[in-house]
């Protein structure tokens, strides 16, 4: 009789447990991979592939609040009520928002604008280095270098009877004035004057300097710019690809060591196609004129022009020799702390390699607001560390934070007080943009805080 008893209870017991009373809680987010939980409990799901979830929830008798939140999207909270909860199932459904990874409102630092050159000059570049502030000044035949600290008061300042075109700092920290053949640097004395050293050529800047990249965890970075054995020359790859490779400090006679390469994915793209063109006109043109087919022959020589039978299938041979020749695209070598990136801004690809010079991760750039104005270019700010996308809208100039661990960039808060500055740069906080006053025959310098 006790064991009946027992076994009836048992039943009821497990029947009370299988009957339970649950609320799904459903619907769809239009973006996949979106974690949703519980606040304060550790219970939670995850959207599919086409936004879709569904979360069982078993306390009914108190408020809820589940917590939606996915990179690149703003997180949201949605509070459900106890009588909500007594039906059967909930449809929560809303589109997830993109972040706006944006900088504060940014605030002019003064009323009166930060520098001002000489009557008749104007300010064709600027540069930072260490706590000082380089201006390059030109008149029509002359330059000026000037120096001015972080307040805008000037320093030093030095004149040359030829022109300047930019100024360059390479990764070791030394100050190039860059000419159309000559390049000159200078350093500033401890008593604030300008000297110099023997010029250099162009070619030895171009050569030499600009393939060092950078300066990271005790090497130096090159850049290497691969071609095709010849525009017309298609037994290799079409188009450009960029090798980067390190030289160790302590180790400078070994050879270089690779890091990683980037092909011109668009390039080749076009190339590709148009040699299709090429080929297929070729077989047409052969096939018409009961000619030898070099290429189902396979005694082709490579050699492109070797294909051309008219008018038709030369032009289409130039068209590929301008697309192959277009210029260089873009690869940016962001340094961080631990980490350095190479930003493919052309293919939205992002290169990180580590400490031990390995490539920890590849992943794609993603521009998450504002991408029609996005102009493809990021500014590292060396003071703070902190890297941001430029966007520029109705010729004013925009800042987005850039996170390099996500990958993402969103357009920010404007950071130039007016429209198109001739440079644009930032510096420790703060952005600085370099116009010229056409009345007064001077070229002026704006700076407005980065908040974030």
Same mark, same amino acid.
């Given at each position: 009789?006790?064991?009946?008893?027992?076994?009836?209870?048992l039943?009821?017991?497990?029947?009370?447990?299988?009957?339970?009373?649950?609320?799904?809680?459903?619907?769809?987010?239009?973006?996949?991979?979106?974690?949703?939980?519980?606040?304060?409990?550790?219970?939670?799901?995850?959207?599919?592939?086409?936004?879709?979830?569904?979360?069982?929830?078993?306390?009914?008798?108190?408020q809820?609040?589940?917590?939606?939140?996915?990179?690149?999207?703003?997180?949201?909270?949605?509070?459900?009520?106890?009588?909500?909860?007594?039906?059967?199932s909930?449809?929560?459904?809303?589109?997830?928002?993109?972040?706006?990874?944006s900088?504060?409102?940014?605030?002019?630092?003064?009323?009166?604008?930060?520098?001002?050159?000489?009557?008749?000059?104007?300010?064709?570049?600027?540069?930072?280095?260490?706590?000082?502030?380089?201006?390059?000044?030109n008149?029509?035949?002359?330059?000026?270098?000037v120096?001015?600290?972080?307040?805008?008061?000037?320093?030093?300042?030095?004149?040359?009877?030829?022109?300047?075109?930019?100024?360059?700092?390479?990764?070791?920290?030394?100050?190039?004035?860059?000419?159309?053949?000559?390049?000159?640097? !200078?350093? #500033?004395?401890?008593? $604030?004057? +300008?000297?110099? *050293?023997?010029?250099?050529?162009r &070619?030895?800047?171009?050569?030499?300097?600009?393939?060092?990249?950078?300066?990271?965890?005790?090497?130096?970075?090159?850049k290497?710019?691969?071609?095709?054995?010849?525009?017309?020359w298609?037994?290799?790859?079409?188009g450009?690809?960029?090798?980067?490779?390190?030289?160790?400090?302590?180790?400078?006679?070994k050879?270089?060591?690779?890091?990683?390469?980037?092909?011109?994915?668009?390039?080749?793209?076009g190339?590709?196609?148009?040699l299709?063109?090429?080929?297929?006109?070729?077989?047409?043109?052969?096939?018409?004129?009961?000619?030898?087919?070099?290429?189902?022959?396979?005694?082709?020589?490579?050699?492109?022009?070797?294909?051309?039978?008219?008018?038709?299938?030369?032009?289409?041979?130039?068209?590929?020799?301008?697309?192959?020749?277009?210029?260089?695209y873009c690869? !940016?070598? #962001?340094?961080?702390k $631990?980490? +350095?990136?190479? *930003?493919?801004?052309?293919?939205? &690809?992002?290169?990180?390699?580590?400490?031990?010079?390995?490539?920890?991760?590849?992943r794609?750039?993603?521009?998450?607001?504002?991408?029609?104005?996005?102009?493809?270019?990021?500014?590292?700010?060396?003071?703070?560390?902190?890297?941001?996308?430029?966007?520029?809208?109705?010729?004013?100039n925009?800042?987005?934070?850039?996170?390099?661990?996500?990958?993402?960039?969103?357009?920010?808060?404007?950071?130039?007080?007016?429209s198109?500055?001739?440079?644009?740069?930032?510096?420790?906080?703060?952005?600085?943009?370099v116009?010229?006053?056409?009345?007064?025959?001077?070229?002026?310098?704006?700076?407005?805080?980065?908040?974030?």
């Open positions: 009789m006790k064991r009946c008893f027992l076994v009836i209870v039943l009821c017991l497990f029947g009370n447990l299988g009957a339970q009373n649950k609320t799904v809680v459903y619907g769809n987010l239009g973006v996949e991979n979106v974690n949703i939980s519980v606040l304060n409990t550790p219970y939670g799901t995850s959207s599919d592939g086409k936004g879709h979830y569904a979360l069982p929830v078993y306390d009914r008798s108190q809820i609040n589940l917590y939606y939140s996915c990179i690149g999207y703003q997180d949201t909270i949605v509070s459900l009520l106890p009588k909500q909860l007594q039906q059967d909930v449809n929560v459904s809303f589109r997830m928002r993109r972040q706006d990874y900088l504060q409102e940014v605030g002019v630092t003064a009323s009166r604008d930060f520098y001002r050159s000489k009557r008749g000059r104007n300010i064709t570049d600027m540069a930072f280095l260490g706590d000082h502030i380089y201006l390059l000044e008149k029509p035949k002359t330059s000026s270098m120096v001015l600290d972080l307040e805008g008061t000037e320093k030093a300042r030095a004149d040359y009877d030829k022109l300047f075109e930019k100024l360059y700092v390479d990764c070791f920290h030394n100050m190039i004035l860059v000419g159309q053949d000559s390049c000159l640097q !200078i350093y #500033l004395t401890d008593q $604030d004057n +300008l000297l110099s *050293v023997a010029p250099f050529s &070619e030895d800047y171009r050569d030499k300097l600009l393939r060092i990249v950078c300066e990271f965890n005790g090497a130096y970075i090159t290497t710019v691969v071609h095709d054995r010849g525009i017309h298609l037994k290799h790859n079409h450009k690809s960029q090798n980067y490779e390190y030289i160790l400090k302590d180790d400078p006679e050879p270089p060591h690779p890091l990683c390469s980037f092909l011109d994915t668009i390039g080749y793209i190339c590709q196609s148009q299709m063109a090429i080929v297929s006109e070729y077989h047409q043109v052969v096939a018409e004129e009961d000619g030898i087919d070099l290429l189902n022959e396979g005694v082709w020589d490579g050699y492109l022009l070797s294909l051309a039978q008219n008018g038709s299938l030369m032009f289409k041979i130039h068209w590929y020799c301008a697309i192959a020749a277009k210029k260089e690869i !940016i070598p #962001l340094l961080f $631990d980490y +350095l990136q190479f *930003v493919d801004v052309d293919n939205r &690809e992002i290169v990180t390699i580590n400490k031990d010079f390995e490539v920890a991760s590849r794609p750039l993603t521009v998450t607001s504002g991408e029609r104005y996005f102009k493809n270019e990021f500014l590292k700010d060396e003071a703070t560390g902190k890297a941001y996308g430029l966007f520029i809208k109705d010729g004013v925009y800042l987005g934070l850039y996170h390099p661990t996500e990958g993402i960039v969103g357009m920010g808060s404007k950071a130039s007080k007016g198109y500055p001739r440079v644009f740069r930032v510096n420790d906080g703060y952005a600085y943009s116009f010229y006053d056409s009345n007064r025959k001077q070229g002026v310098i704006n700076r407005l805080k980065i908040n974030n």
